[in-house]
């Protein structure tokens, strides 16, 4: 079993009966795995885009994928073999019907039918506890306006909740990347939030094995080229002998030009005017700082332009196999389909250590007896 947590490990995969859950909205599945390393046993998941089920299933074999919109998928007739005997419900339904200026929306807005479907699996389901992460917006709009719907809306089904808003920094993973997270406990007192681990990883300390590609070079499958740097690479790499998804962006030239400019720990700051540019995006055309955590892994890593996702000192952009270490992802997790998928698959995963922290929670709850 890999183990992609800080904190201790029992030997859960020893004991007889795996907790089971189900994991809706999975993605490539940073969720699930973060269960899976502590011991659950991950039996149904769902993702709509069939390119991210494939790479769900492809590094999740055992459990069931169901491929679609989850609107189409008729709760009864799908989950009645499962009803009473799943343990923990978890995922992030989208929630777009957020607060606009002028304007007050509900957690009921059309647009957040998503997480609808989500209260509807819980409550058919009847787990003994859910977890559902989101976007930290989702507990601080309309000064809490949604928390409280959602607080009414769980504890009506008889759950206790715990809520917060989680950095994965916190948790061993080279990111600042916040999530709100809330822990739903069936008829039972609330369970706390994982304990923050420390110290920080780096940048550095997940990527410095992998500092030899120059731009456009690389292969879908490579062998390692030097032996691991810090603890974080020797855990990550684990018994994989085999590089994947390590492939460097062919950058155009003039983006080489302004690349070869910018001096490590430096930024847009340094560039000539003719070569400054308009972005939306905060850090651009900056180097990443390795041995500070990263920003938040985005869907667009692999362009300068669109974030500080420029490696230290190459004149490249990180690569897939970079992003999923500074995810928290082990080497063995393998991306696949055109590099758009790869990134989105990437970018918008659960990191499995904040994953794996979350799911102790539960894990050392379920071993107490709740």
């Known amino acids: 079993m890999r183990n992609t947590s800080k904190l201790p490990l029992r030997e859960y995969a020893t004991r007889k009966y795996k907790p089971k859950a189900v994991d809706l909205f999975a993605g490539v599945g940073g969720l699930s795995l973060g269960f899976e390393d502590v011991g659950f046993d991950i039996v149904v998941a769902n993702e709509f885009e069939p390119t991210i089920a494939t790479a769900y299933k492809s590094n999740h074999p055992r459990t069931k994928m169901l491929i679609g919109d989850i609107r189409q998928i008729d709760l009864e007739k799908t989950f009645e073999n499962y009803v009473g005997k ?119 300390d997940a990527i410095s094995d992998l500092a030899y590609l120059e731009s456009g070079e690389g292969e879908e499958e490579q062998a390692y080229r030097y032996s691991p740097q810090s603890d974080y690479q020797n855990e990550l790499r684990g018994n994989n002998n085999t590089l994947h998804n390590h492939v460097a962006t062919k950058h155009s030239k003039i983006t080489l030009e302004r690349l070869s400019m910018i001096p490590p720990n430096a930024g847009r700051d340094v560039l000539p005017e003719e070569h400054l540019t308009k972005s939306i995006y905060s850090g651009t055309w900056t180097r990443m700082r390795k041995n500070e955590v990263s920003v938040t892994i985005t869907t667009r890593f692999d362009t300068p332009s669109s974030g500080k996702f420029t490696h230290p000192f190459l004149n490249r952009a990180i690569t897939v196999r970079e992003a999923a270490r500074i995810q928290s992802f082990p080497d063995d997790f393998v991306f696949i389909g055109n590099k758009n998928s790869q990134m989105k698959q990437v970018g918008n995963a659960v990191p499995p250590r904040l994953a794996s922290a979350i799911a102790e929670v539960v894990m050392n709850d379920i071993l107490e007896g709740g």
């Open 86 to 204: 799943i343990d923990v419900v978890i995922g992030g339904p989208p929630c777009q019907g957020f607060s606009q200026k002028g304007q007050r929306k509900s957690i009921y807005d059309e647009r957040n039918f998503l997480f609808e479907y989500y209260v509807k699996a819980v409550d058919f389901l009847n787990p003994k506890y859910f977890v559902m992460e989101n976007v930290p917006n989702l507990l601080t709009t309309e000064n809490g306006f949604f928390r409280k719907e959602i607080e009414e809306i769980f504890s009506s089904m008889g759950y206790r909740l715990t809520m917060g808003i989680l950095n994965a920094a916190d948790y061993g993973v080279p990111q600042n990347r916040k999530r709100a997270v809330i822990i739903g406990s069936y008829k039972n007192t609330p369970l706390s939030l994982p304990v923050p681990t420390l110290p920080n990883v780096t940048i550095w």
